[in-house]
């Protein structure tokens, strides 16, 4: 199994072993990361009108970078940069459908659409000027997975599937042949027998599973106030947008930038509250966050047993409803796991705003972008409904957050960690970051902290719980009562707490970019269970006002 090495062991040096001939073979391609003196980047970076964006660290000072692609410095070396140039037109912004096509046609095979994301990975994640900081492994087993899947020759598959294809998870879902850290040093040898329950599932449907991408450590609920998408063990995540400029959204850092930057077909990632919104907008990516229960939480690294889901974050609509097909099923292990029958494909054959009733927040109608949207939604058919939403309090949502991870986190540690991982609860693990604060945890831990003070009662949880859905219900259900609305629109992750707390899901869509260059989205809200129709309204949304473009530096 892969492990993590200490900074700043350069694998490299194992090359000095091999024989002169294949050395030589080697030498031209062989691309290494080497790490750099940060101090002038950071002293730029302590000015940043955005105190989140006042780094004290880019690169991780745990990961030794060059790890991540060793296992295939062989296969690397036989694949050229002319390959990686000819192959480009074929990849780049190519939704599922299209890379099917091509694999079907003997233009692209499954090995060399993953060879070629790899190449990518390494020829942009070792170039200090253009690193993203975006992953944290790469699975030693996938090029011989899509092996596998080539030797058996052509078979029936559907183009809308997501069969051989290669994609991402977030750190914190657990996988039999990685580590799974969660971005936090006290698990960087939590090596989990048994993979998460969509994982298994992505691997019934023979997707191939790339890598684990980094993230907002312990998913954004460790630090108060520090930047979003920084993790000890993956370092600061960064957006391909405007390196340094923007943030990257979190906690699913990794996976909305790892997608923007098309370094895979699709990446999983995971939500509370904002956490798949907010780096699908900030990275113009394509994010659902599902109604919890829709998708299984078994063997994720949790903070909400309440509220937390996972979900798929791709770069086009047509690939989420792809990507939710094989994710969906019912899981016996968690107790809020629903069956699910529907085809989300299926919907979009015939999608259209023709009737639809959309409900508009007065108060947002002061961005342009989102004007513009509205604007093509009412062209294309659509009913709009502006309304002034209520003021509604989210009392006691902190509260909610320390109770739940107080005694979700324990229940994960003694369940579906690795057997090295020793913590039993989130005490042990502030006592562990203790030892060496300036490695492990240099941005303070205050929200760990809190969770191990609390004292909420299990009477007094359910009693915040209970009122926190009912406000959250109560901020959509008024005006999607009051006019029949099939959905709410939002701009990012605005209003993802309330969807949160209400457990509605969210689809958010690239809806433009400020003059800044910054991608801000649409966010559709709807009531539980109702993503076939999010997917379709976002769907016939982006047929007719696509708004994606590859960040400039990363074509």
């Known amino acids: 199994m892969r492990k993590l090495l200490l900074f700043p062991l350069l694998s490299f040096l194992l090359l000095s072993c091999k024989s002169e001939p294949e050395k030589e073979l080697q030498e031209e391609d062989q691309i290494v990361w080497e790490a750099t003196d940060e101090t002038s980047a950071l002293e730029e970076q302590a000015s940043h009108e955005n105190e989140r ?72 994640e070792s170039d200090n000027d253009l690193s993203l900081n975006a992953f944290i492994a ?24 997501i069969y051989g294809m290669p994609v991402l998870l977030k750190d ?58 920084y993790s000890a063990v993956g370092g ?22 790892a997608v923007a930057a098309n370094y895979a077909v699709a990446a999983v990632g995971t939500e509370t509250a904002g956490s798949i919104l907010s780096p699908s907008a900030k990275n113009s990516v394509v ?76 108060p947002l109608l002061e961005d342009s972008l989102y004007v513009a949207a509205v604007d093509h939604l009412r062209s294309q058919g659509a009913e709009i409904f502006e309304f002034s939403p209520a003021e509604i309090p989210l009392d006691g949502f902190l509260t909610l957050l320390d109770a739940d991870m107080k005694k979700d986190l324990p229940a994960y540690l003694s369940s579906s960690a690795g057997e090295e991982i020793r913590f039993k609860e989130v005490k042990d693990v502030i006592d562990f970051n203790l030892q060496d604060s300036t490695l492990r945890a240099p941005y303070g831990q205050k ?33 999607m009562s009051q006019y029949d609305l099939d959905v709410v629109l939002s701009i990012n992750n605005f209003h993802a707490a309330y969807a949160a707390v209400a457990k509605y899901p969210a689809l958010t869509v690239p809806m433009g970019y400020e003059d800044t260059g910054e991608p801000k989205n649409v966010t559709f809200i709807a009531r539980p269970f109702e993503e076939d129709k999010l997917l379709e309204i976002g769907y016939a949304f982006e047929s007719k006002y696509r708004q994606r473009k590859t960040p400039a530096n990363y074509n």
Not at 141 to 157: N, Y
Not at 181 to 199: K, Q, R
Not at 203 to 210: K, R, S, T
Not at 310 to 339: C, H, Q, R, Y
């Open 236 to 257: 600061q995540t960064l957006n391909p947008y405007g390196r340094k400029q923007f943030e990257t959204g979190g906690s699913s850092s990794g996976s909305g930038v």
């Open 53 to 124: 964006m006042r780094f004290k660290l880019i690169d991780s000072k745990f990961l030794d970078k060059n790890t991540i692609w060793e296992p295939f410095s062989a296969e690397l070396s036989k694949f050229s940069e002319e390959k990686y140039e000819a192959l480009k037109p074929l990849v780049l912004e190519k939704d599922i459908p299209e890379l099917q096509k091509a694999i079907r046609e003997d233009k692209l095979s499954y090995t060399d659409l993953s060879l070629f994301y790899i190449y990518r990975i390494r020829k942009f």
């Open 138 to 161: 790469l699975n030693p087993d996938v090029i011989e997975q899509a092996k596998k899947l080539d030797a058996r020759g052509k078979l029936p598959v559907n183009e809308y599937s």
């Open 447 to 479: 929200l760990f902290d809190g969770i191990a003070a609390d004292s909420t009662s299990e009477e007094e949880l359910e009693t915040i719980k209970k009122q926190l859905q009912e406000n959250g219900r109560k901020f959509f259900d008024q005006p």
């Open 287 to 362: 994010g659902l966050k599902p109604t919890v229960g829709l998708l299984s939480r078994s063997g994720i690294v949790p903070i909400s047993s309440t509220l937390d889901t996972p979900g798929p974050m791709t770069k086009s609509v047509v690939d989420n409803a792809i990507f939710l097909n094989a994710l969906t099923g019912k899981d016996s292990l968690d107790e809020a796991s629903v069956k699910d029958s529907r085809d989300y494909v299926k919907v979009l054959k015939n999608a259209s705003l023709k009737g639809k009733r959309i409900g508009v927040m007065k």
């Open 172 to 229: 914190n879902i657990n996988t039999n042949n990685m580590s799974t850290t969660a971005g936090a040093i006290a698990l960087a040898e939590n090596d989990p027998s048994e993979n998460a329950f969509i994982v298994d599932r992505l691997m019934d449907h023979e997707a191939l599973i790339l890598g684990k991408v980094n993230l907002s450590e312990w998913a954004y609920y460790f630090c108060d106030g520090c930047p979003l998408g």
